[in-house]
C-alpha cells in the first residue's frame, strides 16, 4: 500500500501534482497545471489520461477499463518492455513484456521551466520480474505533462553481455469516429500485416481503418498526424529511438471479446505507437543505454 503522505511530502508539487489512491486501489499521480492535465498510475508508470488545457481528452481511457493490481488498464499508454507482441521463444510469457503490470517507484519530480510538470519512475525489482527478466538493467520512464505530452522510457544495461529489447509506447489516441480518421506519416512505408499472417505490404496513399487493423510499419520514423474531423483537429506525433510505427483497431468482434473496451469504444479509438518492433529490436550493449522518446500535441486540422 502506497504511503501518499510520505509521497506528497516528498514529490508533491504544490498546485500542481498530487498523489492518491485511484480506483481499484491503484496508486496514481494527478497532474494539473496552466497548461494540461494528466492521470498516472504508478503501476506501470502508466499515462491513462491527458488533455491540453481547455481542450477535450486526447489520450483514450475505456470506460471499461478494469482496474487492479497486476492487470493491464484498457487505454491510456501502457509501456511495452522488455518485448513487444508475443515473446520470441517462449509463448507462455506474458504478451509485451510486464513492465505495464507491476509497480514502479517515484524517483523525481520537478516543475520546468515552460511551467509543464515532470515525474521520472523507474521500475521496481522483484523475484517475479528477474524470473522473467535475468539481465542486470536499469528501467526508468520521464513523463513531462503541459500543452503537451512527453513520455520517455530509458533502458540501461548494467550487466556484462549485451542485451536485446523491444519496446513500444502503446498509446490509445482519442478520436470523433474512427471511420472519418486518416493517419498521415507512413506513406510508402513496407508493413507487417497481421491481419494476413504477417505478410510484408507497402502502404499506398494515407492510413484508414474501415476493419481490424494490426500492422507493423517499418522504418517509420517521420511524424505522424492523426487528422480527426470528428474532433476538428489534428495529433502531431514526433518520436526519437524509433523506426517502427504499430497502428491498431480491434473492431467490433474483437473489442467485445475482449470485454473492457465498453460499448462501441472501438469507434473513438486508435493506437498508434512509436515502436522497437520486428527488425527494429534494439541491442544494447555493456554499459549503453536506449531511450525510446515521444511528444504528442494537438493542432488545428487544415
Given at each position: ?189 513496407s508493413y507487417l500485416d497481421k491481419m494476413d499472417g504477417g505478410q510484408r505490404k507497402q502502404q499506398t496513399g494515407l492510413v484508414t481503418i474501415g476493419a481490424e487493423t494490426d500492422r507493423i510499419y517499418l522504418n517509420s520514423s517521420a511524424d505522424c498526424l492523426i487528422d480527426d474531423p470528428g474532433l476538428t483537429r489534428r495529433i502531431r506525433i514526433r518520436k526519437r529511438g524509433s523506426r517502427s510505427t504499430v497502428v491498431w483497431n480491434p473492431w467490433i468482434e474483437k473489442s467485445v ?46
Amino acid at each position: 500500500m502506497a504511503d501518499f503522505s510520505a509521497l506528497n511530502a516528498r514529490f508533491g508539487l504544490s498546485g500542481q501534482m498530487t498523489f492518491r489512491e485511484g480506483s481499484g486501489g491503484l496508486a496514481v499521480v494527478e497532474v494539473a497545471n496552466n497548461q494540461g492535465s494528466a492521470t498516472i498510475a504508478l503501476q506501470g508508470a502508466q499515462v491513462m489520461t491527458w488533455a491540453p488545457r481547455g481542450q477535450s481528452p486526447v489520450i483514450w481511457l475505456s470506460r471499461a477499463a478494469k482496474f487492479a493490481p497486476g492487470k493491464s488498464i484498457r487505454g491510456g499508454v501502457p509501456v511495452c518492455w522488455p518485448w513487444f507482441g508475443p515473446h520470441a521463444t517462449n509463448a507462455s510469457l506474458p504478451a509485451h513484456g510486464f513492465a505495464r503490470t507491476v509497480p514502479w517507484e517515484v524517483i523525481g519530480t520537478q516543475t520546468m521551466t515552460d511551467g509543464s510538470a515532470r515525474i521520472d519512475f523507474r521500475l521496481i525489482k522483484s523475484d517475479a520480474t528477474r524470473a522473467l527478466w535475468p539481465h542486470s538493467s536499469q528501467i526508468e520512464c520521464h513523463v513531462t505533462v503541459g500543452a503537451a505530452l512527453e513520455i520517455e522510457l530509458v533502458t540501461r544495461n548494467t550487466d556484462r553481455i549485451a542485451v536485446t529489447i523491444g519496446a513500444a509506447l502503446h498509446t490509445y489516441f482519442e478520436v470523433g469516429d474512427i471511420r472519418q480518421v486518416t493517419i498521415q506519416g507512413l506513406e510508402g512505408c513496407s508493413y507487417l500485416d497481421k491481419m494476413d499472417g504477417g505478410q510484408r505490404k507497402q502502404q499506398t496513399g494515407l492510413v484508414t481503418i474501415g476493419a481490424e487493423t494490426d500492422r507493423i510499419y517499418l522504418n517509420s520514423s517521420a511524424d505522424c498526424l492523426i487528422d480527426d474531423p470528428g474532433l476538428t483537429r489534428r495529433i502531431r506525433i514526433r518520436k526519437r529511438g524509433s523506426r517502427s510505427t504499430v497502428v491498431w483497431n480491434p473492431w467490433i468482434e474483437k473489442s467485445v471479446k475482449m470485454g473492457d473496451f465498453g460499448e462501441n469504444g472501438y469507434l473513438n479509438m486508435v493506437c498508434v505507437e512509436s515502436a522497437n518492433a520486428a527488425d527494429d529490436v534494439v541491442t544494447i550493449a555493456p554499459g549503453g543505454e536506449h531511450r525510446l522518446w515521444v511528444r504528442y500535441e494537438i493542432e488545428p486540422l487544415i
